[in-house]
């Protein structure tokens, strides 16, 4: 990732921790969408699925939020080595594995915090 792209993703970061869902979800949609297929983008997918499943929940779409938060640990593993370089991806994916066996929904996102490097 170029500074550009480190920037832009905390900026997701940062909307998201402050429980702006649908902000975060477009920062992140609008890098993978800049990226196309010139870049390495893998590393946005569960983070973009992240947030879209908080919008899926809000929208009484509960299957849709489901697959989405369980697919977002499936790529957060995949792409564990990678994004450990740019935030905590083991405290995420320790997180995510709890939440998704105590709470529901939109409850979920009450107790999840991505932890970034470099959070301004």
Do not use: C
């Given at each position: 990732m170029?500074?550009?792209?480190?920037?832009?993703?905390?900026?997701?970061?940062?909307?998201?921790?402050?429980?702006d869902?649908?902000?975060?979800?477009?920062?992140?949609?609008?890098?993978?969408?800049?990226?196309?297929?010139?870049?390495?983008?893998?590393?946005?997918?569960?983070?973009?699925?992240?947030?879209?499943?908080?919008?899926?929940?809000?929208?009484?779409?509960?299957?849709?939020?489901?697959?989405?938060?369980?697919?977002a640990?499936?790529?957060?593993?995949?792409?564990?080595?990678?994004?450990?370089?740019?935030?905590?991806?083991?405290?995420?994916?320790?997180?995510?594995?709890?939440?998704?066996?105590?709470?529901?929904?939109?409850?979920?996102?009450?107790?999840?915090?991505?932890?970034?490097?470099?959070?301004?």
């Amino acid at each position: 990732m170029n500074n550009n792209e480190v920037s832009e993703f905390y900026r997701g970061i940062k909307a998201f921790n402050q429980k702006d869902y649908p902000k975060a979800h477009h920062i992140w949609e609008h890098s993978w969408m800049r990226l196309g297929k010139s870049g390495d983008r893998a590393y946005l997918k569960p983070f973009i699925m992240l947030s879209a499943s908080y919008q899926n929940y809000e929208q009484g779409k509960v299957s849709g939020g489901d697959f989405l938060f369980k697919r977002a640990l499936e790529r957060l593993k995949e792409n564990q080595d990678f994004l450990a370089n740019f935030t905590d991806v083991n405290s995420l994916i320790n997180q995510i594995q709890i939440i998704i066996t105590k709470y529901d929904k939109l409850d979920r996102f009450n107790n999840i915090q991505i932890i970034g490097e470099k959070i301004k």
